[in-house]
């Protein structure tokens, strides 16, 4: 059965500081893998996604992931944090054969100016 | 594209009413999935469709919801009766039929069940 871990539940930063939020998947198979964003009361927006190739992932919003497969790791990062980036932060997985993502239980975002 | 469209974005009732959420999915999307988010579970994947087909309904908690998709445009899911443990923000979501592609979040429906 697939699965993701995000071991951090809150984490608070400086705007301007970097910021990098961890993801663990498990998967059978070759993964796909994906980050969305979710502001209060909103949908889940795509940060970025990963199917093949080039293992460093750029994404919206200045966001970055990179897919290092003998980890089992999918982080995000940003180099510096600005105050809009405060939501909550989910990371997912899915793969040929299954089509629904499953998801993380998130890491919510907070900055401090 | 609007995007995909739920209603209503807030609902409250009693318990042991009838709850219908409704879903319109990105046009030409072949996929449908119905998601629910609590504090407790985070977000969960119900039922999805392809095609207008139920694919996997394992996610459904048991038989007081069910969900249809009479046509590519369209999908419901109901609760019958509703519980207050069903209490929760509601997602659904469409994709396209390839492999390498997202699926696109509506707004939710934040049900409360009182």
């Known amino acids: 059965a697939q699965s993701v871990t995000q071991p951090d539940i809150h984490i608070t930063v400086s705007e301007g500081a970097s910021l990098e939020l961890r993801c663990n998947y498990s998967y059978g198979a070759t993964p796909y893998l994906f980050w969305y964003v979710q502001s209060p009361g909103q949908g889940l927006q795509l940060l970025l996604k990963y199917f093949s190739g080039d293992t460093l992932v750029q994404g919206i919003k200045g966001f970055e992931a990179e897919f290092k497969r003998s980890q089992s790791s999918f982080n995000l990062r940003k180099p510096s944090v600005h105050w809009s980036d405060a939501a909550e932060y989910f990371c997912?997985?899915?793969?040929?054969?299954?089509?629904?993502?499953?998801f993380g239980s998130g890491t919510r975002l907070q900055v401090q100016p | 594209d609007a995007g995909v469209i739920q209603s209503p974005r807030h609902e409250v009732t009693e318990m042991g009413q009838e709850v219908t959420l409704r879903c319109k999915p990105i046009s030409g999307h072949d996929y449908l999935f119905w998601y629910r988010q609590t504090m407790m579970r985070g977000l969960e994947l119900l039922i999805y469709f392809n095609n207008n087909v139920p694919i996997d309904d394992s996610g459904m908690p048991e038989d007081r919801f069910s969900a249809k998709m009479p046509n590519a445009s369209f999908s419901n899911l109901k609760i019958q009766p509703s519980e207050p443990r069903d209490s929760a923000v509601y997602f659904c979501?469409?994709?396209?039929?390839?492999?390498?592609?997202?699926?696109?979040f509506g707004q939710g429906t934040r049900l409360t069940v009182v």
């Open positions: 997912a997985v899915g793969g040929t054969g299954r089509r629904a993502l499953t």
């Open positions: 979501a469409s994709s396209l039929s390839s492999e390498n592609t997202e699926a696109f």
